[in-house]
């Protein structure tokens, strides 16, 4: 079965306290563009992450508004900032790292910088359906100059949800991967 690829770059979501703090206790977000998960989008606003090895910039604010305040990083991005950071499912902030994030009017420190897990948005139905009930991981299989195999891809479920892998750029660009190229689901475990 073909899955469609979204490749996700490093990036930030905010709880409502913290995006306050960083833009100002009137601001709000603002939608560029949808994003195909559902209630989500890419806004115009960005920060900067720092440690005290280094720092990115333009890092992308995603809406909508998230009950926790999380940055999601590569691991190429990790060693620019010599963070060692879990892969974590998003959301799953229990063991992150400590990271600055500095706004046009404020700055945090939080605990909650991952690398999120390769995974699959799915719906419950589109997961019995497809034969996925009894597990949570499959692997897929890319075609092309670079192809190979891709284990250990979380299904994530949600309900709606969009049916698309989720990669970040470290993944992608091992195997020359690019938005809305098709990979096939091969087996699970």
Sequence with gaps: MKVQVGVSNRHIHLKKEDLKILFGE???LVKVRDLN???QFVTGSKVTIETEKGKIENVRVIGDIREYT?????????Y???????ISE????????????????????IK???IADRHIHITSKQKEM???KNTDTVSVLIDGQ????????HLKVSDPAYFELHLDTDDANAFLLKNNDLVEIIDYK
Excluded: H, M, W
């Design 26 to 28: 009137d601001f709000e």
């Design 37 to 39: 998960q559902p209630n």
């Design 70 to 78: 999380q940055v999601e990083i590569s691991k190429t991005d990790a």
């Design 80 to 86: 620019t900032l010599g963070l060692n950071p879990p």
């Design 90 to 109: 998003s959301g799953d902030i229990e063991n992150s790292e400590e990271i600055k994030v500095i706004g046009l009017n404020g700055t945090i420190n």
């Design 112 to 114: 909650g910088c991952i």
């Design 130 to 132: 497809f034969g996925y």
């Design 146 to 153: 670079k192809g190979g195999r891709i284990d250990n891809v």
